[in-house]
């Protein structure tokens, strides 16, 4: 009896063992700990992509470090180098700048360290690329202008940050149908930096300049968007003057159910980041993984907007 109990105890002790063993493993030196550098915090599209990576990468065990570029490339490239510093297992960079941020890709690939761009994209070639096709939705928001319009009216763009991926992939979807319908006209273009109250701003000053000439504003997100339509608003224009954007964010879901933003087009926020965490983490693994991710885009307006709030 007493042999019985003994290696009852023993067995016990070993398990216990056992098990602090393998959770000493998975919270010490086994933990993977990727470094991601974000555009911008005060975007809410970007916030969204990073809310997710965060979900994911606790799902998955693994340690992120997030920090926010505040729309510096020279920041974001600090910041890389810092990650590198550290000795992460991989890096997640949403591109400040296609060309500016490219130095922050050659310093991680010379240290063998795997860079993971998600939703902007950088001249040099990144481990892989997770996002959308920025060119395409431009073309589904301008496709859209122009049937509304029937091929013929005045149309103001509002570019992002200049010199962004997809500010400049944006501008040439646009340009691309605008130069298929010769009906359509470009008044004016103007960035706003994916900044909501600029928007507004610019938007006023277009209504100063143009009046009752405009018909039609696409903005290059849905914060510009939101802000254009304020001032429209404001105006007292807005039943006049149609205003697509990018991103369906909440904020602009809500405004197509209301019918003050015509339509977005929906940008999928948790897609990017928890497949950037995904790509990331099997690259730090050196397990396969796609180069390259492209996350469809989808035109909301009034008649499916009910299909994307939650």
């Not at 019985?4 to 002790?13: F, G, H």
């Not at 941020?101 to 993971?116: F, H, Q």
């Not at 914060?223 to 304020?230: I, L, N």
Request: with cysteine; hydrophobic share 45%; charged share 25%.
């Amino acid at each position: 009896m007493k042999n019985a109990i003994l290696t009852t105890l023993i067995a016990t002790a070993l398990l216990a063992g056992c098990n602090q063993s393998s959770e000493k493993g998975s919270e010490g030196g086994e933990k993977l700990v990727i470094g991601a550098t974000m555009l911008s915090m005060q975007n809410e599209f970007i916030v969204n992509v990073s809310d997710e990576m965060e979900a994911k990468a606790k799902e998955l065990g693994v340690e992120l470090i997030t920090v926010d570029a505040e729309r510096s490339a020279l920041k974001q490239v600090e910041q890389v180098e810092s990650f590198i510093a550290q000795g992460v297992n991989a890096i997640i960079m949403n591109p400040c700048e296609v060309e500016a941020s490219s130095p922050a890709v050659k310093l991680a690939m010379e240290a063998n360290i795997p860079i993971i761009n998600v939703n902007s994209e950088t001249s040099a070639e990144p481990t892989a690329f997770v996002g959308s096709d920025d060119t395409e939705s431009a073309r589904i928001a301008m496709k859209y202008l122009a049937e509304k319009l029937g091929g013929k009216g005045n149309i103001l763009m509002m570019h992002g940050f200049m010199g962004q991926a997809a500010q400049l992939k944006r501008d040439k979807g646009a340009k691309e149908i605008l130069k298929a319908n010769p009906g359509l006209k470009l008044l004016a273009e103007q960035t706003g930096e994916w900044d909501r109250a600029k928007g507004m701003s610019l938007t006023e000053n277009w209504i100063q300049s143009y009046g009752p000439q405009i018909n039609a504003i696409f903005a290059q997100n849905d914060e510009m968007g939101m802000g254009a339509v304020k001032a429209l608003e404001a105006a007292g224009l807005k039943d006049k003057v149609i205003v697509v954007s990018v991103d369906a964010i909440p904020d602009a879901l809500q405004a197509v159910k209301k019918g003050t933003l015509n339509a977005t087009v929906f940008q999928n926020a948790k897609e990017q980041g928890s497949k950037a965490i995904e790509t990331a983490v099997k690259a730090a693994r050196k397990e396969a993984f796609d180069k390259e991710v492209l996350i469809p885009f989808q035109l909301v307006t009034k008649d499916n907007v009910g299909e994307f709030l939650r």
